[in-house]
């Protein structure tokens, strides 16, 4: 398995101010993949974080909102810019692990943002 | 764009019953994903399918894939309340096998 981190693992934030939110990994993974989970909702991939280039960002989610850094294989933050109440979600961190069959996907602990 | 429908979303069962959720998808995807989320918890993985034809046990559980039909089952065998939590289904799309689409889950109680 992996053992992965975040952090905050909560927040209370003011809207129009931003939360970044910090991912570590045990050992190094060449992909790392950012989810939102809205209140009762599903998981929705948010962006893939590439180290040494700008992460790839999927149907719905841009780059100005959800900024990414990646700056080594272990790591990678999410900022979610300009908050409103509707960014109040699970944002999670997720890595592939394994081969084979035993090839996976973990997922981190989770950051529970609340926006006033 | 890959879509994934899992039902039922609610499940309240007895101990000791058997039932099955269901996972259908809408286009290829060369895996499925099977978790597991207790109330305020991250995901925890449970299976993953790899093949058409795959089946896997752990426990209680057990998933198997039908990649003609584009389904996966998860079964569930003699409930017991430790059980109880949101399952998801998850497969993958964009040519990655690591970028999942989710299913909406489903609420699984057990009652005594």
């Known amino acids: 398995s992996a053992v992965i981190s975040q952090k905050p693992s909560r927040d209370i934030c003011q809207r129009g101010t931003s939360l970044t939110i910090q991912c570590q990994v045990d050992?190094?993974?060449?992909?790392m993949f950012w989810y939102r989970q809205q209140p009762g909702q599903s998981l929705t991939l948010i962006a893939t974080a590439n180290q040494g280039s700008e992460a790839t960002y999927e149907s719905g989610f841009v780059i100005d909102k959800f900024p990414i850094s990646r700056p080594n294989l272990t790591f990678s933050t999410l900022t979610v810019s300009n908050l409103s109440p509707e960014d109040s979600s699970i944002y999670l961190c997720?890595?592939?692990?394994?081969?084979?069959?035993?090839?996976?996907?973990?997922f981190g602990p989770g950051t529970r943002l609340t926006v006033l | 764009e890959l879509k994934v429908e899992q039902n039922p979303l609610f499940l309240s069962m007895q101990e000791g019953k058997n039932y099955t959720i269901y996972c259908n998808y809408s286009t290829t995807s060369d895996r499925l994903y099977w978790y597991r989320q207790d109330p305020g918890k991250s995901l925890e993985s449970l299976f993953v399918l790899l093949s058409n034809g795959a089946v896997k046990q752990e426990g209680r559980l057990m998933a198997s894939l039908d990649t003609k039909a584009r389904l996966s089952t998860l079964h569930i065998t003699a409930a017991v309340h430790d059980l109880s939590a949101t399952y998801f289904c998850a497969g993958v799309s964009g040519g990655s096998n690591y970028k999942l689409t989710f299913g909406k889950g489903t609420l699984l109680t057990v009652n005594p």
């Open positions: 997720s890595v592939p692990r394994g081969s084979g069959t035993t090839d996976t996907q973990y």
């Open positions: 050992s190094q993974v060449t992909m």
